[in-house]
């Protein structure tokens, strides 16, 4: 989205609304772009709901927020602009309906398709085959996989109508991150890294879709070795359960590092990817991440899961490897294969960097974002 502002900024008049308590990054980096931000006050409730109580009380709080939402739009003319909202339709099927009868022209993006036991696909199902036939609602998919998935939910001709915009890396930002020319073993000193350390990179939130635990057990299976290490560069600090669990592994070799701790903005987070010798991200779930994406751009030859988006843009053996999930001796195998054969790192680093610059360049999904919104005014929504 932040991608969409910075193409579209010259044009449209952009408001952002978020609520007050958001991250100071995200608020800085709106800053940078020069869009208009409203701080609204309401928090989502995003605490673990393991209760039939706590299940109704995150639901209570969703259903409150998007009232204050709502309450908050009206101020604008909505016939005459567009909303892209972070939201599950599926969830917030009563809102979208508010909207619609408001005569509202509102934009989703989605990275996966919903998945769950039977009968929640089936409730979703209807949900979004009545959302999807809504006057003025409209998809954007974040990856090819997921539009996909969405073809037996939604109704026929709005599938048709989903257009896919990429999860997508800045170009000029990566190549000002290569253009530093950083020294690669000075930047290990200041991070405490040994010269001759072969060190596997993991950036994302330390959670289970993003396979934390399948990380550690590949790393376990290299405890013996003093020269390689385990890095997971997260947003946030694990919580006490977590950090026991860690903890239980007894590993020398794995380290969690917070991304506020190794640079101030997006370019310095960028280049700490460059004390890597491989990425791994070893996802259960994910549409097409963001980091392996930049991994990749940045020339860092990479793993991951074969899974939903993921082979899009790793093409096995080509643009880098693919392993199934859930497969920790399969990670760790990979990892060794790498370290082992420098002219495969070297391959599927050239490879993948072309790859995804060439196929996911912002700028490209941007612009098919932007003709979305220009056509839903000349076709009256």
């Not at 989703?108 to 979004?128: D, Q």
């Not at 959302?131 to 998935?149: E, Y």
């Not at 903005?265 to 963001?290: C, K, M, Q, T, W």
Request: aromatic letters at 10%.
């Amino acid at each position: 989205m932040m991608a969409i502002m910075k193409e579209a900024r010259d044009d449209w008049d952009i408001v952002v609304a978020l609520p007050r308590a958001s991250s100071p990054e995200v608020i800085d980096l709106l800053g940078r772009i020069g869009v208009r931000i409203d701080l609204l006050d309401f928090r989502s409730d995003l605490e673990p709901a393991p209760t039939a109580f706590r299940k109704l009380a995150r639901q209570w709080n969703r259903i409150r927020n998007e009232f204050a939402t709502l309450k908050y739009l009206r101020r604008f003319e909505l016939k005459q602009s567009i909303l892209h909202i972070e939201i599950s339709p599926w969830q917030s099927w009563q809102f979208l309906t508010l909207l619609s009868l408001l005569g509202a022209n509102v934009f989703t993006t989605m990275h996966n398709a919903v998945s769950g036991p039977k009968w929640r696909e089936f409730i979703w199902k209807c949900r979004l085959q009545f959302v999807s036939r809504l006057p003025g609602f409209h998809i954007f998919a974040s990856n090819q996989d997921t539009k996909n998935r969405l073809e037996h939910l939604v109704a026929p001709s709005f599938w048709e109508d989903v257009a896919v915009t990429y999860t997508c890396v800045d170009p000029a930002q990566i190549r000002a991150v290569l253009d530093r020319n950083t020294d690669r073993d000075e930047m290990r000193q200041r991070q405490g890294l040994a010269k001759n350390t072969f060190v596997v990179l993991c950036v994302g939130q330390f959670i289970d879709r993003k396979g934390r635990w399948i990380f550690l057990d590949a790393a376990k299976s290299f405890a013996d070795d003093e020269n390689i290490k385990f890095v997971w560069m997260a947003p946030a600090e694990p919580n006490d359960a977590d950090r026991a669990k860690i903890a239980s592994y007894g590993l020398n070799n794995f380290e969690l590092r917070l991304s506020a701790s190794v640079g101030s903005n997006r370019e310095e987070v960028l280049e700490f990817f460059r004390i890597a010798d491989i990425f791994a991200l070893p996802s259960y779930v994910e549409g097409l991440p963001i980091a392996l994406l930049e991994a990749m751009a940045l020339g860092i030859p990479s793993v991951s899961t074969n899974v939903y988006a993921i082979p899009e843009a790793v093409k096995d053996r080509e643009t880098g490897i693919l392993i199934e999930a859930d497969d920790s001796g399969a990670l760790a195998g990979a990892i060794r294969e790498l370290r082992e054969n420098p002219q495969l790192r070297s391959d599927l680093a050239s490879n993948g960097q072309r790859f995804v610059l060439k196929n996911f360049d912002e700028r490209v999904a941007s612009r098919t974002a932007i003709e979305k919104y220009e056509e839903c005014f000349r076709n009256g929504g």
